[in-house]
């Protein structure tokens, strides 16, 4: 958050509408994203309810428990949705792409596409992350034998759900938090959490202006909240009774029938509002580096998928050295997904020309052909100064690059007020004199930033047989065991 | 059947129902429990509705359905939360079991009960005695039977004071000879057992632990049996021999005996000395059923602030 | 300490006042700084009755199923004179054999007066400092002075006796699984369980005993995973106390807010109940909607007269402190000339407005053009 998110939040309340906070799209939006609205059944860790799936807006699957404290019942639900989900994923992979041998010359291949998952929110997020966790040791023989597809689900959900974590990766998003970052709209953060309410700032029906939208989607019979929690009324009032009913039925469809009728009444709002959302990303042009990230995506995804068969499920916690090794990289995919973002988007970029980390404006003098003859070798350097009334917090010495072609790098030599000297280093080809148009001219508008993708490199660490033994020694080789599977789930 | 002419029609049901069912919803949310409770009749009987219209009246599901009015009604008594059902989900061996009613037919509720709390040797409550008939006796004791079983006891007592050879009673709590909340006894069963102190709790489950195990080690225990000692065995130190999940008895037996060592005679102690003042103090119905405090009822009505005098 | 009584009856308007429990006065350390929600606690207010006269009927309800599962686990790990818990004491904490004394405290002889069972816990409390007697005492009725007044408390923990140290231990129906819950549910009960630590404290006290032998650390039964199986971990609520002391403290210097009130203001039920309301100035955020059944009111109080805070703090905080939305607007487009003290804020938001407008418009001149496809913006970086 900053002044200038929140200037587009006072923005938003007086003009009754949501206001961009990104002139292009952050994300990749699959070309048949697998939309998924799960619901629980409220006290229950990870007790699934219901989810309505699909990959396209007409073609929705309602997946119902009709009575979900039933084991049997619960698992029948997963085997079906892992049927889904897993299809889905065999069908959203492409072609193969050969790549260039790797190091130690392996074969390397990337598929074409990958699969995405897209949930309502963050409690969706966590809720596929408990049911994988739930599901992924099951074991599919002995007495607790669930259907094969269960635990290839399990596994599948707890990676999804790993590179939730992962900045900038698209592969499972929550709806409100891809919003929340393209719009800023007049309500807290906590009322933006509400699908519908969100939406009814950004795109409110016909009709109403985005308070009124939010205000009625805020009634939770009017607009059914979007889970995996139900509303407290439904279930007393709704739900228990349907369930009720059910049970004394002894699993007669009439009843199942009235309670699959009355969950759907509780989804299909949502199931609307994921693909209206979705439809308003289409619209914003893509972000130059979403292609990249969506790449590095297939390559996690590539990974997992061929290595499926030889891996085990993943470990319940992660051992010493992964887990720092996992912290490590997503700080690092932090600052790069930042950095990308600012660079692909002026509107960003204005959040560190306030922080003082970059700076904008005309340029007003040029030396294009200046070099720096003090060394051996005469070397191009010309000075370029910048009119700009940004507040710059960056030393002199600091060094920076051209916004909107960061290959060209300068660094600060003189800082005034209202104008910085710079003196440019690179991105102007080998050349004493610089290649044609890679030096802004003046009266040119420019913008430089200090900052960079991928400031810092990846650390080094042990191999796990090298743990240290401030971290409790190598860890065992992690092996599933017969309690993981036959792990109680009622 | 066919629908009479007046009948509205399915999708005016449907219309109706969601209608209601918002009805209800915002009628419960604001704590308008009169109106909540006319609108759900309402519902229900729209549902019923929409069920015959849409798809069909079947052979034997008439009769569920219509239990729901006397689950709402429960709930309208219950103040401004709703309350929980009294019985847990139905498991999967409830479920199953459920259809089988010529099991549970076969005695008298009060025999049943009898029957288990005989098998335990000591005071148990009703979710054990429960678990203790499933597991060890034909058919299984109906829950909803239990609540008011006591209550029935002691008025068949009060009536005709020795009429039956036993009778289900209370247990009573060793500081004031009260009954103790959710714990059956026997009433032919010495005063001593039926006192409860502060170590009985642990001295009586680790009596039943020795009992039941002694007596599902006459056979080969079945899967509910095995289920019931697990429960006593995971919860006892040492008893558990084998792998998780089986028990075996003999072994169960013996850690329980172990345990009981420590706590048996301090146990007994206190038992013995309130059982002298409840032969003392009480008369024979208070013996069975525990002595009530009742003057003091008055008080509980009074508020937070009138506390302040007892420092 | 029962000088402003007379001034809070009358604030309930009659209505006698309301109990608290652990989770409302854990609430109360949630917004100190609100002198509404100080003045209606004190007094007891039933808030959700008032909100709702005033048509904001605050959405605390809970479902059945949880409530359900939350009865049916707490009965599972107390069932059998607590054999679960006690498994989980001797594994966990080398509880020794002998303890295993359970004393319940709900009910004195089938009645349940508050009084009888308050002077019951101390009775049985009392001992067990001072003798070691009893290990597990279960539902103790504890009191509480908030603002002056003594609260009843009714917690639905155990009481349970180690060494001469007593420790709190609550049991919840989360799950924890592979040793993580979830973060707010933690919060939650570390909250409340500061209340019943702090209570506790009170009473030991009152006895003649050191507080301190009521420990911090409490026990908070859990199933783990997602099974019924129950698991304890232990949770220090130093800091929960801390808060909750601080403001408890505060709470009791509620006769000053009520001495700048006028006279006859009540908040019984009637046409005057808004404007008496709003005589009480609140401190809206959006936390409250999490625990204040005043909060929808609140709410669009703050909306209609355009409080930043209504957007959150942290919106409230980048505009350095500018409460209301037309100011800060206004500050923005230079149409306001800022005071001195809000002279920094005032520039930076000029600064911001320039740069956002700035940066709109660059892309709209863009998309005028008909220039940059997304293809052509990537090219840029092949250039170097």
């Known amino acids: 958050m900053s002044a200038l998110t929140s200037l587009a939040q006072l923005r938003a309340a007086v003009d009754g509408i949501a206001q961009p906070l990104a002139t292009v799209r952050h994300c990749h939006v699959a070309e048949a994203p697998l939309v998924l609205v799960p619901l629980k059944l409220a006290g229950e860790a990870a007790a699934p309810l219901a989810v309505l799936v699909g990959a396209a807006r007409d073609d929705a699957s309602l997946l119902v428990v009709p009575q979900p404290r039933n084991r049997d019942l619960r698992f029948q639900f997963a085997a079906e949705f892992a049927k889904l989900v897993l299809n889905h994923i065999e069908t959203s992979r492409g072609g193969v792409e050969e790549l260039p041998p790797g190091k130690d010359g392996d074969e390397r291949i990337r598929y074409g596409d990958a699969p995405q998952l897209l949930v309502p929110n963050r409690g969706g997020v966590g809720f596929l992350r408990l049911l994988g966790r739930s599901t992924r040791f099951r074991s599919t023989e002995g007495p607790y034998a669930v259907d094969p597809a269960v635990p290839v689900l399990g596994r599948w959900l707890t990676w999804f759900a790993d590179r939730y974590d992962h900045p900038g990766s698209s592969l499972l998003r929550a709806m409100t938090e891809v919003l929340r970052l393209h719009w800023a709209t007049g309500q807290s953060s906590l009322e933006d959490g509400n699908l519908a309410a969100l939406l009814g700032w950004i795109d409110p029906p016909d009709g109403l202006d985005g308070p009124a939208a939010a205000a009625r989607a805020e009634d939770p019979v009017t607009c059914p909240p979007a889970g995996p929690a139900t509303d407290p009324t439904f279930d007393n009032e709704v739900l228990a009774p349907a369930i009720a009913a059910y049970d004394r039925s002894g699993g007669d469809h009439r009843a199942e029938e009235r309670l699959r009728g009355a969950i759907a009444g509780q989804l299909e709002p949502t199931w609307e509002l994921m693909w209206r959302a979705v439809g308003l990303l289409r619209a914003l042009p893509e972000g130059a580096s979403v292609p990249g990230r969506w790449e590095r995506d297939r390559d996690a995804f590539t990974y997992y998928h061929q290595t499926f068969g030889e891996a085990y499920p993943q470990a319940r916690r992660d051992p010493p050295v992964r887990a720092a090794r996992r912290l490590h990289d997503l700080e690092r995919a932090q600052d790069a997904y930042d950095a990308q973002r600012a660079f692909d988007d002026p509107l960003v970029m204005a959040e560190y020309r306030l922080a003082g980390q970059a700076f904008g404006g005309v340029v007003t003098d040029c030396e294009p052909d200046r070099l720096d003859e003090t060394g051996k070798r005469p070397k191009l350097r010309p000075h370029l100064r910048v009119g700009t009334a940004d507040p710059v917090r960056l030393d002199v010495g600091t060094t920076v690059c051209n916004a909107a072609r960061p290959a060209l790098k300068g660094k600060i030599v003189e800082l005034a007020a209202g104008s910085v000297l710079l003196e440019l280093t690179g991105g102007m080809g080998r050349k004493l004199t610089a290649e044609p148009g890679s030096v802004p001219r003046p009266g040119e508008r420019v913008c430089f930033t200090s900052l960079s993708e991928g400031s810092f490199g990846a650390a080094k660490f042990p191999d796990r047989e090298d743990t240290p033994w401030t971290h409790g020694g190598p860890p065992e080789e992690y092996v599933p065991t017969d309690e993981d599977a036959e792990e109680e789930w009622s | ?161 020795y009429a039956r050879p036993y009778y289900l009673c209370a247990a009573l709590t060793a500081d004031l000879l009260a009954p103790a909340r959710g714990l059956l006894t026997v009433s032919t069963w010495p005063l001593e057992r039926r006192i409860v102190g502060p170590l009985s709790p642990r001295t009586d489950f680790l009596t039943a632990a020795v009992r039941l195990a002694e007596h599902a080690g006459r056979a080969a225990p079945t899967p509910d049996v095995q289920r019931l000692l697990w429960r006593f065995a995971s919860n006892i130190p040492g008893a558990v021999t084998g792998t998780v999940g089986t028990v075996e008895p003999a072994d169960l037996a013996a850690a329980a005996r172990a345990e009981l060592d420590v706590h048996r005679e301090p146990d007994r102690r206190g038992r013995a000395s309130a059982a002298g003042r409840a032969r003392a103090r009480l008369d024979d119905a208070e013996r069975l059923f525990g002595s009530r405090l009742r003057a003091l009822n008055t008080s509980t009505r009074r508020r937070a602030t009138t506390g302040e005098t007892d420092r | 300490m029962t000088e402003t009584a007379p001034d809070l009856d009358r604030l309930r308007g ?9 989770r409302t006065i854990a609430a109360l350390t949630a917004n100190p700084g609100c002198a509404r929600r100080g003045v209606m606690d004190a007094a007891g207010v039933d808030k959700d009755a008032v909100a709702r006269e005033l048509g904001f009927p605050s959405p605390f309800g809970q479902s059945q199923f949880a409530i359900t599962r939350g009865n049916a686990f707490e009965a599972q790990v107390k069932a059998d004179g607590c054999a679960e818990l006690l498994t989980l004491l001797r594994d966990g904490l080398g509880l020794a054999v002998p303890e295993v004394a359970y004393d319940d405290l709900e009910v004195v002889a089938g009645n349940e007066g508050r009084e009888l069972r308050h002077a019951r816990t101390r009775r049985l409390l009392a001992r067990a400092l001072e003798s070691g007697e009893g290990t597990l005492f279960d539902h103790p009725l504890l009191r509480l002075e908030i603002a002056g007044q003594l609260a009843y408390l009714e917690p639905d ?141 609140c709410r669009d109080e703050a909306r209609a007269c355009g409080a930043t805070g209504a957007l959150g703090r942290s919106v409230r905080d980048d505009l350095g402190g500018v409460d209301t939305i037309g100011t800060a607007l206004a500050l923005a487009d230079g149409s306001l000339d800022p005071s001195d003290d809000l002279a920094e804020t005032a520039a930076q938001l000029r600064t911001a407005a320039r740069l956002r407008d700035e940066a709109l418009a660059a892309v709209r001149a863009e998309t005028l053009a008909g220039a940059p496809t997304p293809e052509a913006r990537g090219a840029r970086d092949g250039a170097a």
């Open chain 3, 14 to 22: 009659g209505a006698p006042p309301r109990n608290h429990d652990a």
């Open chain 3, 157 to 297: 923990v155990i009481a349970f006796q180690l060494a001469g140290r007593l420790h709190v231990i609550e049991i919840k129906s989360f799950a924890v699984v592979d040793g993580q819950a979830e973060p707010e549910q933690v919060a939650a009960a570390a909250r409340q369980s500061a209340v019943y630590v702090l209570a506790l404290r009170r009473l030991v006290s009152e006895l003649g005993h050191d507080p301190a032998r009521v420990s911090h650390e409490v026990f908070l039964v859990c199933p783990e995973n997602f099974s019924n199986r129950p698991v304890a971990a232990p949770l220090d609520v130093r800091p929960q106390l801390a808060v909750l002391e601080r403001q408890l403290a505060r709470l009791t210097r509620i006769d000053r807010i009520l001495d700048a009130l006028p006279g006859d203001l009540t908040f019984g039920p009637g046409a005057a109940l808004a404007d008496a309301v709003r005589t009480v100035e609140a401190r809206y955020a959006p936390e409250c909607m999490a625990g204040c059944e005043m909060a929808f009111f």
């Open chain 2, 1 to 161: 059947m066919p629908r009479s002419p007046g009948l509205p029609t399915p999708d005016a049901l449907e219309a109706r129902i969601a209608e209601l069912r918002a009805a209800v919803r915002r009628a419960a949310a604001a704590g308008d429990r009169r109106s909540a409770r006319d609108l759900r009749a309402d519902l229900r009987l729209a549902e019923r509705q929409w069920d015959d219209a849409v798809l069909g009246a079947e052979d034997g599901t008439g009769e569920p359905v219509r239990d729901d009015d006397d689950d709402d009604g429960e709930r309208d008594e219950g103040g401004d939360r709703p309350q929980p059902a009294r019985d847990e989900a139905p498991g999967r061996e409830r479920g199953a079991r459920a259809g089988t009613k010529a099991g549970r037919g076969l005695l008298p509720v009060r025999e049943q009960v009898h029957q288990a709390l005989t098998l335990l040797g000591a005071p148990a409550a009703p979710k054990l005695v429960g678990s203790v008939y499933a597991a060890f006796f034909p058919g299984e004791i109906a829950a909803s039977r239990l609540t008011s079983l006591r209550r029935d006891e002691e008025r068949s007592f009060r009536t005709a004071p």
